[in-house]
Every structure is written in structure tokens, then in C-alpha cells.
């Protein structure tokens, strides 16, 4: 089964993981900054700390962003639901070129996000021509459902994948944690994110698999590594 995105002109980034400050999302990062449109390139890239909660994650992003790819990141605050609401912040993700949704706890992220007027202004940035780029727990809050931090339960996610779940991190020779996540009542099909991996979709159903990056169809289905496919190619779910 190959995934679809939603319609727009820009491109989602899924990063299965890794530490930046050791290059291990080197490639993962080239490629969705290349992404970003020549028109909209002198603008920073906006980092969403929602996730982790932390105020030095983005410092150290923006060191990192800055010293290897000589771009300028902006902080957008968003830790709590009201922060979504609040109206600089959406003006921050409108004028981004492109906006890092910083790994973490997915729980946390969507607590924030789910059903707020940041989560419209992303999907704006979106249909705007511009990236959203999500890394490991941020890259599951994506999908129709995401693993809690409570044990044994999942939680909605923002459903930018209709019916479908990511697991970062992943080795395909230990796909047990996918496999369940996929017996949630709203997935069918899955995505398996290698760590330093990257998964872009973009318009007309383009994908680019950067690194290892596995499909799943259903719970009891076979694995299969996912390459890239031009615009229109690509099979809806």
C-alpha cells in the first residue's frame, strides 16, 4: 500500500529519528530543505518545541541548522493548547518557509495541536508550497493515531495520513511494536521509519524515500521497503 498526502502544493517530511548534533538526519535534513521553494527560501525555518517541552532543544536545532546549512531558525512557542490559539504564533508558521516539528512525546504535541489554529496554519504552510517537517514522536502524531505514553494505549493524531501509522525508529527485523499499532480501530496501513531516514510526500502523490523506509498493509501484512515515485504515480490507501 503506498501512502497519500494531503492535497497542496508542498511537501510533508516524516524523519524516523536520530540525533542531529551527531548527523545522523544529515541526508534526512538536505532533503527537506531542498524542498523548500526558491521564493520562500530567504525565510527561517520555524522549530515547534510542543513535543519535548524543552526551551534549549530549539537553540541547539537552530545552532545545528545554522552551522551545516546556513539557515535561519525561529523558535515558534507552542508547548500548551493556548499557544496554538495564540495569534503571533500562527502569523510565525505563516511566515516560515518551513516549520520542524521537534521530536518528543507524541502525547504532548497533540495535546497542543489537535484541533487548533495551528494545526490550520501548518496545514496552510502546506497548501502554500511550503515543508512541515516532523522527526521520530512528532512524525507519529501525524498519522490517524499515535502510541501514548500511557502503556498499552494509543491516542487520535492529526490525521494528515488518512488510516494510516508510523513507527520511527524501526527495524524491520522487529516489527512487533508497528504490527500493533496498526490493531488500533483507525489504521490500515503503516509506515516504518529507519533511524537518520526520511519519507517526503508531496504533490500529486510524489514520494522520496530517503534511507530505509518500510510499508505495511494491515496488522498481518508482508513488509515492504518503499522507493520513490514520481508525481501521479503514487496508489491511494
Not at 126 to 136: D, E, F, P, S, T
Request: aromatic share 6%.
Amino acid at each position: 500500500m503506498t501512502p497519500r498526502r494531503l492535497p497542496g502544493g508542498g511537501w510533508i517530511a516524516l524523519i524516523g529519528g536520530g540525533e542531529f548534533t551527531f548527523e545522523e538526519t544529515l541526508d534526512a535534513d538536505a532533503a527537506w530543505l531542498d524542498k523548500v521553494p526558491a521564493e520562500l527560501a530567504g525565510r527561517p525555518v520555524g522549530f515547534v518545541p510542543a513535543a519535548s517541552g524543552s526551551t534549549d532543544y530549539g537553540e541547539h536545532f537552530a545552532r545545528y541548522l545554522g552551522e551545516v546549512f546556513e539557515r535561519e531558525v525561529v523558535t515558534i512557542p507552542i508547548y500548551r493548547p493556548r499557544d496554538a490559539r495564540r495569534a503571533k504564533n500562527l502569523e510565525r508558521i505563516e511566515e516560515s518557509s518551513a516549520v520542524y516539528l521537534g521530536g518528543g512525546v507524541a502525547d504532548h504535541l497533540l495535546d497542543a495541536l489537535s484541533g487548533s489554529p495551528a494545526a490550520e496554519a501548518l496545514a496552510g504552510r502546506l497548501a502554500a508550497g511550503g515543508v512541515v517537517a516532523a522527526i521520530a514522536a512528532a512524525a507519529q502524531a501525524l498519522g490517524a493515531v499515535a502510541r501514548s505514553i500511557r502503556p498499552g494505549q494509543t491516542i487520535p493524531g492529526l490525521g494528515w495520513l488518512p488510516a494510516g501509522a508510523v513507527e520511527p525508529n524501526f527495524d524491520p527485523g522487529h516489527d512487533r511494536r508497528l504490527r500493533k499499532l496498526l490493531q488500533a480501530p483507525d489504521a490500515r496501513w503503516g509506515l516504518g521509519l529507519a533511524t537518520g531516514s526520511c519519507l517526503l510526500l508531496g504533490p500529486e502523490g510524489a514520494i522520496e524515500a530517503i534511507g530505509e523506509c518500510w510499508t505495511l498493509d494491515g496488522p498481518e501484512g508482508e513488509l515492504e521497503k518503499l522507493e520513490s515515485l514520481e508525481p501521479g504515480a503514487a496508489e491511494a490507501p
